[in-house]
């Protein structure tokens, strides 16, 4: 038998269940960026630039089977932490088993596509020669983890919808620990280079994947058998938040490598800049990244009771937090402007650019945030079809007009311009849409 969690966030300080579960995601968040970083750290040691351009174009594909991953993950938080807030614990489990068995099976389908299909995939992206060997080994190697890794974060995202961030925290800082140690271990010490990398990754992942069941299971018994029947019952509004959820996530990408094109014509140190600021702004703004998942299990325990003060409470305490942080973290981006580009070695062209976004484009990510508490909402109060739309407008409404016309504009310093005005549009505009949703919500029935 499960035991009958408390919905934590019922009672307490909103600001307070922000700032825990914010900080606890953002942790979890940056070990995921840790892992590709130590992945990355290690293999160039090798020295090998075949090496270095196979882990780019490995990684372009597995953040398919880590965005899918997080997208069903989002779906078991929001249904979890509804029903728990309801008072529904046994239907809350329910979900939990549905939601992770739809993980596993969808990781299993999307893994074996990824496998058969990836040599076309690889040389589509640009790969030839030892780097799309090596790529293809490293692959079909570590494409069996991707289930496991599946597996944990729907674990994690469980129990983010318990309340139980740090737990949650627990599972992917794991894969971080484990990855610092297997790393040199099996590339440098064993000899395997790029394979080792693989081996490591599995590693890690089957090591978070108990991790996420000792927490699912072992200390909430709230994991039931997984069985066909029951996600037959449940896909339904398991795919609802699931789709549009997945979809999002595949957003920001996309951008990216619009922005990127969009820079590319005026040279390499241009593109030298934007990989430079690429890099900045997951360390200076993971906290800001971590924000929907983390509000969202908040919204959702509270719209399950009804107390839909306590969910426009929320909301205004998720854009608190997300303005203040950026402006913290924007003026010790300004004050350290230009070490941050003597670190990276940027120089010339280079560190002005570089120089101009720790100036002048930093603080629009108050506005990012916005729009990611926004998607909390919309996730969770059973609108997650906005989360996508608002999304990929950003992404190409809120980003090709305005980097187009900022480029022959200004050149470099008006596509980052351009990018920070959408942002600041969409942000805006998400935050409408959400208080808008509140307000519906608060005149009706229960």
């Not at 880590?66 to 993950?73: F, K, R, V």
């Not at 230009?338 to 670190?343: C, F, G, K, Q, S």
Request: proline share 4%; with cysteine; charged share 10%.
């Amino acid at each position: 038998m499960s035991r009958s969690p408390p919905a934590r966030f019922l009672t307490g300080s909103i600001m307070g269940h922000v700032a825990t579960m914010t900080f606890t995601a953002a942790l979890g968040l940056m070990a995921m960026f840790m892992v590709d970083l130590l992945d990355l750290y290690f293999l160039s040691l090798l020295k090998d630039t075949a090496v270095t351009a196979a882990i780019g174009f490995a990684g372009a594909i597995a953040f398919a089977n880590l965005s899918m991953s997080i997208g069903t993950g989002i779906a078991a938080a929001a249904l979890v932490a509804r029903h728990l807030g309801a008072g529904d614990a046994a239907r809350a489990r329910d979900y939990a088993g549905s939601t992770f068995t739809f993980s596993l099976l969808l990781s299993a389908l999307l893994s074996l596509l990824i496998a058969l299909f990836s040599p076309v995939m690889l040389r589509g992206l640009g790969a030839s020669g030892e780097a799309l060997v090596l790529a293809q080994r490293f692959i079909w190697t570590v494409t069996p983890g991707f289930i496991l890794s599946a597996g944990a974060i729907a674990c994690s995202f469980i129990l983010r919808g318990l309340g139980d961030a740090r737990r949650a925290m627990f599972i992917t800082l794991t894969s971080a620990v484990v990855t610092v140690v297997m790393d040199p271990l099996f590339i440098l010490h064993f000899g395997f280079g790029m394979q080792g990398a693989a081996i490591a990754n599995v590693i890690a992942y089957a090591v978070q994947f108990l991790v996420g069941l000792h927490g699912v299971v072992r200390v909430y018994q709230f994991l039931p058998r997984p069985g066909l029947a029951a996600l037959r019952r449940d896909l339904a509004p398991i795919l609802a938040i699931a789709i549009p959820a997945v979809l999002t996530q595949l957003a920001t990408p996309f951008a990216n490598a619009f922005v990127t094109a969009a820079v590319a014509p005026f040279g390499d140190a241009a593109v030298a800049a934007s990989a430079i600021i690429g890099r900045v702004i997951p360390v200076a703004f993971g906290i800001i990244f971590a924000l929907s998942g983390a509000v969202g299990p908040i919204i959702g325990q509270n719209f399950g009771a009804r107390q839909m003060a306590r969910v426009r409470r929320t909301l205004d305490d998720g854009l608190i937090f997300s303005g203040l942080y950026t402006l913290a973290t924007s003026l010790l981006l300004f004050l350290f402007r230009h070490h941050i580009a003597a670190l990276f070695g940027a120089a010339g062209r280079t560190a002005e650019l570089v120089v101009f976004f720790a100036t002048f484009i930093a603080v629009s990510w108050a506005f990012a945030g916005a729009q990611f508490v926004a998607n909390a909402a919309f996730n969770n109060l059973g609108h997650p079809q906005l989360s996508t739309l608002t999304n990929w407008g950003k992404a190409t409404l809120g980003t090709i007009p305005f980097a187009w016309v900022g480029a022959r504009a200004y050149g470099p310093e008006g596509i980052l311009m351009g990018t920070a005005l959408g942002s600041v549009i969409f942000g805006i505009a998400s935050v409408v849409m959400a208080y808008r949703i509140v307000a519906g919500l608060e005149n009706r029935p229960a």
